[in-house]
């Protein structure tokens, strides 16, 4: 019941932003261990958990890709292709600012091409309101096809490495489904979508902070090998996925990419204290025998783990457009293995579906951080998200029903 309260408290904490959120985040390790639920040693000490590691790094090579203006090249190259066409231009942003949030930070994916798309759509009179939403939605889209892509990826793995029972999931095994709801999610935005977006323009013509200031392009190839190093050793397994994202951060630092200073301000360290603070959460779930509870409670209204399945998708997708998906992640992780034990069936096909649900969240604007970043450069209102962000919701939703089960059985 401790536990449970806390965590009431930190879901509204959450939602209400009264706090900074990794203040929140903090505030549960400290409540654990002071009310006994953890040894502080415990509470604290995932601040060392692999995944902790791996986005730490990635964070920093993130940083150097945008640093020396490789990021930058690739959103000039995307939009100098499309032209003025606003069709082309809509799907070729979706598309590759999707594959690059799928290795890259996707918060630091969509500020680069914001400027950049709001330029070329004030040049050619395209209604950046069409574009931009889109934009951040397959940035979320984008981070389902791979396990560096979102932070409730490597959630679910560090719960999944909890167990003695059960292995982590592959690099590119989350891309079984992600696949799936990411070039669907971009065929519906880019032919439907896009219909349900406002019509009028903003007539803010702001001047957008220009990333491109003060890029060492001279370094650009440096930081382009060091991401390729990177990402062939954690898809091959040759270097454990931590040293290869730490290996490839000083790397960075080392070859004049980037300096001390850049690489500790291109971390979002946000995501990291709410994944080391919530992680603790998780862990006192399952001590407590609060999974338990949760998901016999579950299981005595669900007689099919389809339901179940749909249950957990649905709770942890309406949960993460009002609060952070890496705490939604963490919540839920850990009661879906105890609802898998409960049924004896697989607790893969449970994790997918957490996965999966707390990157696609398209109804708030406080969802993602890139549904964030664009509200204000294209003068959206709240409920413009929901607008055109709950078919996107739902199609996700029956995509990844019919998909899960077939690559992860029960």
Request: proline share 5%; glycine share 6%.
């Amino acid at each position: 019941m401790i536990t449970f309260l806390i965590l009431i408290i930190a879901i509204i904490l959450f939602f209400l932003e009264i706090l900074p959120l990794p203040v929140t985040a903090m505030l549960v390790p400290i409540s654990l261990s002071l009310t006994g639920i953890l040894e502080p040693q415990d509470a604290f000490s995932y601040f060392g958990d692999r995944w902790v590691i791996v986005f730490l790094g990635m964070f920093i090579i993130s940083g150097a890709m945008f640093k020396t203006g490789f990021a930058n090249r690739i959103g000039d190259l995307t939009v100098k292709i499309a032209g003025n066409n606003g069709f082309m231009l809509l799907f070729l942003v979706m598309l590759v600012l999707g594959v690059m949030s799928a290795f890259l930070s996707n918060t630091g994916a969509t500020a680069v091409f914001v400027p950049v798309v709001v330029a070329v759509c004030l040049r050619s009179g395209i209604n950046s309101k069409k574009m931009l939403m889109p934009m951040a939605f397959a940035s979320s889209l984008g981070g389902t096809l791979t396990v560096i892509g979102t932070p409730p990826n490597g959630i679910v793995n560090s719960v999944l490495n909890e167990s003695a029972k059960y292995s982590e999931l592959g690099f590119f095994e989350f891309s079984k489904v992600g696949i799936f709801i990411f070039i669907i999610g971009i065929l519906y935005m880019v032919f439907f979508g896009y219909k349900l977006l406002p019509k009028e323009s903003t007539d803010e013509k702001e001047a957008f902070e220009d990333f491109s200031q003060n890029l060492r392009t001279e370094k650009m190839w440096f930081a382009l090998l060091i991401f390729i190093f990177v990402i062939i050793s954690m898809a091959t397994g040759i270097i454990d996925l931590q040293v290869a994202a730490m290996l490839g951060a000083m790397l960075t630092i080392i070859t004049g990419c980037l300096t001390m200073n850049e690489a500790f301000n291109s971390v979002n360290w946000t995501t990291i204290f709410l994944f080391a603070g919530m992680l603790s959460m998780s862990q006192a779930i399952e001590d407590s025998g609060a999974a338990d509870l949760i998901a016999n409670q579950i299981v005595n209204v669900s007689v099919s783990p389809y339901i179940v399945l749909g249950i957990l998708f649905i709770t942890t997708a309406l949960l993460t457009n009002f609060m952070s998906n890496t705490a939604t992640a963490a919540i839920f992780a850990p009661i879906a293995i105890n609802i898998a034990e409960s049924m004896s069936v697989s607790p893969y096909p449970f994790m997918m579906a957490i996965a999966i649900s707390a990157s696609c969240c398209f109804l708030t604007p406080i969802a993602t951080p890139p549904n964030t970043i664009v509200l204000g450069p294209a003068g959206y209102r709240f409920k413009d998200y929901f607008i055109a962000g709950w078919p996107l919701q739902v199609i996700t939703f029956i995509v990844a029903m019919i998909i899960i089960p077939i690559f992860f059985p029960f």
